[in-house]
């Protein structure tokens, strides 16, 4: 293997003089048994700043017997807890910052792709957090702090003090306009973050809020540009994080506006956004959880729990999972080729 290197962060437990156990999860903690207690001395050696080959020499130079420092590498690498140093972190600023990040996904994965490969990704991703909404702050953090590379906000109005709790933003930030003071939050946790708006391309993902616009507006906008997106928003107190429309577009947020209106042929629409929507701090920061997961396991090119579904926080420990199939009346499934942007959709610049 390439300049090994030990998952970070795993635990070490001696259970007795011979017995070393890495890791707490009983589902994954491995425990080496070690004739020579001077072998453990070869974990030390694997910071994936040397070749397997230099591990080997220098475990021997510090007295670890050479078929025991062998054992080890040969154990360790069975038990998926080493990966070559290139697999685990990409070479960048906030390596270091992602150490964490990727040492869960190197032990919940198949390694494919590796966690340099789902890091990178995010480092290059570009993702727009759009709309009006208690979650639009936290989540931009969130996902700065897990490697994404490009976060713009397009967050119009001020900054109200009911936005406040659960939430990085500070009091000195009140009344200033607020997608300043979301990338003030944003460039504070994670420096090196690019804000600038996203030209060209569609953004790899929109975190999408309440609009400003229509929703049909906003569905047809996004499908026009073939943008994928994830819609949150907050309804009396309930989170509710979804669906996920990939650039396909089926079911998108029209369709559950027609679903809506089946069930209530009067319902007039989102009401206007006036005041920050209410909502407990451990039910936002759950929720935050939930849409900061489900965006970068897009983002890494996975299968988010809510591709055509939306799920509903009633209490941070409390959710349900709802699928929407697209509507008859939509043709959101039936769209083809990028068409021009619709005359009033809000650009991301």
């Known amino acids: 293997m390439n300049r090994p290197t030990l998952i970070p962060g795993l635990a070490r437990v001696w259970r007795n003089r011979f017995e070393l156990q890495l890791g707490s999860d009983p589902a994954r903690a491995v425990v080496l048994r070690l004739p020579d207690p001077r072998a453990a001395r070869v974990l030390d050696l694997l910071d994936g700043s040397r070749p397997e080959r230099v591990v080997l020499l220098e475990a021997v130079a510090d007295g ?98 009911g936005e406040l709790a659960g939430g990085p933003l500070r009091a000195s930030d009140i009344g200033k306009p607020r997608a300043e003071a979301v990338q003030r939050a944003v460039t504070r946790t994670v420096e090196h973050v690019d804000t600038s708006g996203v030209r060209g391309q569609p953004a790899t993902l929109v975190v999408q809020l309440d609009p400003e616009s229509p929703i049909t507006v906003v569905a047809a906008a996004h499908a026009s540009r073939r943008q994928p997106h994830l819609a949150v928003t907050i309804r009396d107190g309930t989170p509710m994080i979804g669906p996920l429309v990939l650039a396909t577009g089926a079911p998108c947020l029209a369709c559950l506006d027609l679903h809506r209106r089946d069930r209530d042929a009067a319902w007039p629409g989102p009401p206007p956004h006036t005041t920050p929507e209410p909502c407990t701090v451990s039910t936002l920061l759950a929720a935050t959880a939930v849409a900061a997961e489900e965006a970068l396991i897009f983002l890494d090119g996975g299968t988010p729990e809510t591709l055509g579904a939306s799920i509903e926080l009633t209490t941070p420990s409390r959710q349900r999972r709802r699928t929407w199939p697209p509507h008859p009346d939509c043709d959101c499934a039936r769209r083809g080729p990028r068409r021009p942007a619709v005359d009033g959709a809000r650009q991301h610049s």
Not at 88 to 106: I, K, M
Not at 116 to 141: E, F, N
Not at 153 to 158: E, K, R, V
């Open 64 to 161: 670890v017997p050479p078929q025991e420092a062998r054992a080890v590498l040969d154990a360790l690498g069975e038990a998926g807890l080493t990966v070559p140093a290139t697999a685990l972190l990409p070479p960048v600023r906030c390596a270091d910052r992602l150490a964490g990040e990727a040492a869960v996904l190197a032990l919940r994965s198949d390694n494919s792709p590796t966690p340099a490969t789902r890091l990178r990704r995010r480092g290059a991703a570009r993702v727009v957090v759009s709309g009006h909404g208690r979650l639009g702050a936290p989540i931009a953090v969130a996902l700065a702090e897990a490697g994404v590379g490009h976060i713009h906000l397009d967050l119009p109005g001020l900054v109200h003090r």
